[in-house]
């Protein structure tokens, strides 16, 4: 029933192509118990600029900037901790295949300790040179903006088992309380480490190639604040199965903790 919100091997190698110009990828049809990636469905296209923070990966996972040398996405899309320099970030556009995107090597994957695919899905890349002409993306280290409307984004499909798309999506999510989104999983949410959002009545979601982007808001400043990470769902937009989003706020120390490590 659970499904991840990434890209298998050959859907990934095939998004190279999309990135660089040369395919149009369409995704197959994907049968209920196995691993997709999400995209945002029930989206508008991103202006260009609107969030020079996201980031796209080369593995077919979104990201967030946080820190000119570190992106944060999800540990479901990353392997185990150590030197990684397969990794390719796209920053600093909408449209993946225009000119003056900004592509970046990995040299470092972090892994959430203690990862078993059941929770604790964050993960950090470090890149081999900084990107300091883009905005970051501040996380959140309390509960006070795990609430209200979040706004997500992403270059995934735009309906389940569709294709990846060339332009940034984008789309508006109401929170979803940890009992309401229990019951419609039967039980299988960690309360204290995941946010749900999403509608009842279904039409908007992330989805295939979306996991490891971030679900964001405005904080009292106004600024943008990442409340949660791309992780997983029952399909894309189904009526009572809203997206399931690692919980931001409940990972902020351990995540400026290893970011620091990293070298901020």
């Known amino acids: 029933m659970v499904r991840w919100r990434t890209l298998t091997g050959l859907l990934a190698a095939a998004l190279a192509a999309v990135t660089a110009g040369s395919l149009t990828l369409a995704a197959p049809a994907v049968a209920d118990a196995g691993p997709a990636?999400?995209?945002?469905?029930?989206?508008?296209?991103?202006?260009?600029?609107?969030?020079?923070?996201?980031?796209?990966?080369?593995?077919?996972?979104?990201?967030a900037l946080y820190s000119p040398r570190l992106v944060l996405t999800a540990a479901h899309c990353v392997g185990a901790t150590g030197t990684n320099t397969s990794i390719t970030a796209t920053l600093g556009v909408v449209d993946l295949q225009s000119s003056s995107r900004i592509t970046v090597r990995s040299n470092?994957?972090?892994?959430?300790?203690?990862?078993?695919?059941?929770?604790?899905?964050?993960?950090?890349?470090?890149?081999?040179?900084?990107?300091?002409?883009?905005s970051t993306l501040?996380?959140?280290?309390?509960?006070?903006?795990?609430?209200?409307?979040?706004?997500?984004?992403?270059?995934g499909a735009a309906r389940e088992g569709g294709a990846q798309q060339r332009y940034l999506l984008k789309a508006t999510v109401p929170f979803v309380s940890d009992a309401t989104c229990n019951a419609n999983y039967g039980g299988d949410i960690i309360p204290a480490e995941e946010?749900?959002?999403?509608?009842?009545?279904?039409?908007?979601?992330?989805?295939?190639?979306?996991?490891?982007?971030?679900?964001?808001?405005?904080?009292?400043s106004n600024a943008w604040i990442q409340v949660g990470i791309v992780s997983w769902g029952n399909g894309c937009a189904r009526p009572n199965y809203p997206g399931v989003y690692t919980q931001v706020s409940y990972f902020a120390s351990a995540i400026a903790s290893a970011a620091a490590g990293l070298g901020g």
């Not at 009842?200 to 009292?220: E, I, L, Y």
């Open 37 to 63: 990636t999400p995209y945002v469905v029930g989206g508008a296209r991103a202006a260009q600029g609107e969030f020079p923070f996201m980031v796209r990966l080369s593995m077919g996972c979104g990201g």
């Open 108 to 134: 470092y994957v972090y892994r959430a300790p203690g990862y078993n695919g059941n929770g604790k899905d964050w993960a950090l890349i470090r890149l081999a040179t900084p990107v300091t002409s883009l």
């Open 195 to 220: 946010i749900c959002a999403g509608y009842a009545s279904g039409g908007v979601d992330t989805c295939q190639g979306d996991s490891g982007g971030p679900m964001f808001r405005r904080d009292a």
């Open 138 to 155: 501040k996380i959140a280290n309390t509960t006070a903006y795990d609430n209200g409307t979040f706004t997500i984004a992403g270059w």
